[in-house]
């Protein structure tokens, strides 16, 4: 089945404690990218991947870090988490080409509180 | 600036009825616009992708249209059902590949 996972689904940590939010896709797609969710803020992009070895920084990158050494595994890295990225955070994938970027996968979502 | 902008209050229809959800853009140029469905606490849902050399797009009781000189999209569902009841967003991407979403409209359709 054409998917995108994420782990962990929920998650509390404490303010300082350096987390790690795997995303994987098993759809062979060159783009990968991380949301964040708020009320009334909607999704707002903080990486993205056009490739292996290639990451973008988003509208909201401050905080966060990235890496892309497989196609299909694109963490999300909180080196310091603080309680303004408590947040539901989503993993999405596509394919990707001179056209743009096609329609989107989403994973279904990390629930993170940071106390 | 540049912004995406959807219609903050939710739409109350009764089922039956068609549900139009509007979308608009400044200061983008974008090539192509995307609908999504996201039920609470869940992922979005890709619905339609329009490309901008396209007036209309259509697929089942869904209907997209996009207007390059207005800077607006209007995304409509015919024949609403209850099950309908979500939140659409739509997207674009920018010129570097970031995708960028509106806020969403809450749609809810009464039996």
């Known amino acids: 089945e054409a998917q995108v996972t994420q782990n962990p689904r929920y998650l509390i940590t404490v303010t300082g404690k350096k987390l790690t939010v795997t995303c994987s896709q098993n759809?062979?797609?060159?783009?990968m990218s991380w949301y964040r969710q708020d009320p009334g803020l909607g999704l707002r992009q903080i990486y993205y991947?056009?490739?292996?070895?290639?990451?973008d920084k988003g509208d909201v990158p401050e905080g966060y870090k990235v890496s892309r050494k497989e196609k299909r595994n694109f963490p999300l890295i909180l080196e310091s988490p603080s309680p303004n990225q408590t947040s539901l955070y989503f993993c999405?994938?596509?394919?990707?080409?001179?056209?743009?970027?096609?329609?989107?996968?989403f994973g279904p979502g990390t629930r993170l509180t940071v106390t | 600036s540049q912004k995406i902008e959807q219609n903050s209050e939710a739409l109350n229809i009764q089922e039956g009825k068609t549900a139009t959800l509007t979308c608009n853009y400044t200061?983008?140029?974008?090539?192509?616009l995307q609908w999504y469905r996201q039920d609470p606490g869940r992922g979005p849902v890709f619905l339609l992708l329009?490309?901008?050399?396209?007036k209309e797009k259509r697929k089942e009781r869904l209907k997209v249209t996009f207007d390059t000189t207005l800077k607006q999209s209007l995304f409509h569902i015919t024949a609403s059902q209850p099950a309908d009841s979500a939140t659409y967003l739509c997207a674009l991407m920018d010129s570097s590949y970031k995708l960028i979403f509106g806020s969403g409209t809450r749609l809810l359709v009464r039996p």
């Open positions: 999405a994938s596509s394919l990707s080409g001179t056209g743009g970027i096609g329609e989107q996968y």
């Open positions: 200061n983008y140029s974008p090539a192509y």
């Open positions: 329009i490309r901008e050399n396209e």
């Open positions: 759809m062979n797609h060159e783009y």
């Open positions: 991947s056009m490739n292996v070895e290639v990451t």
